[in-house]
């Protein structure tokens, strides 16, 4: 497009050069342009916007030369379109939350579905899916927190009382599993396990899931060694030899009590019929 200043170079150089610089702002096409929300280039006052949107570079360039041929009046006019930091990745750094479908949104890369998986296997199903985007992808994943689904383990005391420990859900334990987050069985359990999963609200029976506790650790036989679900109480109950001596002794334990202070309060007594009776006989001190 023609550079029209309305100033004599000779007479007035300055403001010459001021009103040169001014329409070549306007009127120099060259540098970086965005792409607007609605698909189009602003090439500045003096040209207009351009529609290129879903355009290859190629068709990019044609759009715009064609804009200014047709629509402003140039002859010819030569242009190069390129894209700038076409090879840098969008950020998706940042907390993503498993949502109850098992999947992850990634914002423009979109869903990777990474329920029941490990960290390893994450990594790999997301870098995947992100090679249809960017080139060669790397990612690092790791787990925040467990914020929705736990499980229980009640473990009997033989008589004096139960703990309960709750144990967040991550979709791959087994009975063994868990257990092994407890370290292992206490002094005072048996080896009968069972698992009580809660049956739907409404429904008043629950589902019984009895643990072959040998079978699993000394035989290696996973028959019995279930996938725990959320809300699973796993409960480890008490060896009887262990909770029926519990109970002897809280039975017998009062008792004990009672007759130490009989005993003790008929010791003192003949004690002291001991010493008075020293005493009437003319018994001397030390």
Known sequence: MP????VDAETNPLQFNA???IELGFKLLSGSYLVGADGTVDLGPAYGKVLVANLTTQQAAAAVREHLE????LRAPELLVTLDDVETPQPIAGEHLVRPDGRIS????GEVFVAGMTLPEVKLAVEEHLKEFIQDPQVAVDVLAYNSKMFYIIVDGGGFGEQVIRLPYTGNETVLDAIAQIQGLSEVSSKRIWIARPAPSGIGVSQILEVAWEDITALGQTATNYQVL???RIYIQADQWISADNLVAKI???FERILGFTLLGVGTVQRIHFFNAFQA????GF
């Open 281 to 284: 006989f003319g018994g001397g």
């Open 252 to 254: 017998v334990s009062p």
């Open 70 to 73: 047709q629509k402003i009046g």
């Open 3 to 6: 550079i029209d200043v309305g």
């Open 106 to 109: 990634l914002g423009i890369y």
């Open 230 to 232: 959320p809300g699973d």
């Open 19 to 21: 009103e040169l610089q």
